[in-house]
């Protein structure tokens, strides 16, 4: 079996708008993905997902509920875990940050309706986040991408 990854990330919420990542990249279309990042041997879930959002985005956040996690079959294996943030301080990191595939990362907070007509990561974001947000997120939902 090849090497699977984990990854863990924050779903933050202001104002009900989510912070999203915009990454654009020479010759591919935009993407938007809320912040996460690899968890490396030894480190904690939650510890990278609030380490992800201030270094990609400057905030400092507390990751609370986890919300989603996720099996990735295809075209990586591996799992993320998506907590819900809490923001505790910090500026928003307006400029875009150069990213090492030539292409750069930029932070927005986005409506809804502004994520439901884009190409979004995770998945949920565009299905039944939205629907769970209002009752409640009884517990975690085990999604197989």
Same mark, same amino acid.
């Given at each position: 079996?090849?090497?699977? @990854?984990?990854?863990?990330?924050?779903?933050?919420?202001?104002?009900?708008? #989510?912070?999203?990542?915009? $990454?654009?990249?020479?010759?591919?279309?935009?993407?938007?993905?809320?912040?996460? /990042?690899?968890?490396?041997?030894?480190? $904690?879930?939650?510890?990278?997902?609030? $380490?992800? #959002?201030?270094?990609?985005?400057?905030?400092? #956040?507390?990751?609370?509920?986890?919300? @989603?996690?996720?099996?990735?079959? *295809?075209?990586?294996? /591996?799992?993320?875990?998506?907590?819900? /943030?809490?923001?505790?301080?910090?500026?928003?990191?307006?400029?875009?940050?150069?990213?090492?595939?030539?292409?750069?990362?930029?932070?927005?907070?986005? *409506? !809804?309706? !502004?994520?439901?007509?884009?190409?979004?990561?995770?998945?949920?974001?565009? /299905?039944?986040?939205?629907?769970?947000?209002? *009752?409640?997120?009884?517990?975690?939902?085990?999604?197989?991408?």
């Amino acid at each position: 079996m090849d090497k699977q @990854y984990i990854y863990a990330g924050v779903i933050l919420e202001d104002s009900d708008m #989510v912070l999203m990542l915009k $990454r654009t990249r020479p010759g591919m279309p935009d993407t938007y993905a809320a912040p996460h /990042g690899i968890v490396k041997t030894g480190q $904690r879930l939650r510890d990278v997902a609030k $380490r992800e #959002v201030f270094q990609q985005c400057g905030l400092v #956040v507390e990751a609370r509920q986890l919300l @989603y996690v996720e099996e990735i079959i *295809t075209p990586v294996e /591996g799992f993320r875990f998506w907590f819900r /943030g809490e923001w505790i301080a910090g500026d928003p990191v307006t400029e875009a940050l150069a990213h090492d595939e030539g292409g750069k990362i930029e932070p927005r907070w986005l *409506t !809804q309706e !502004q994520i439901l007509s884009r190409k979004v990561d995770p998945m949920m974001l565009l /299905g039944d986040y939205w629907s769970l947000r209002e *009752t409640g997120f009884e517990s975690p939902r085990y999604i197989i991408i």
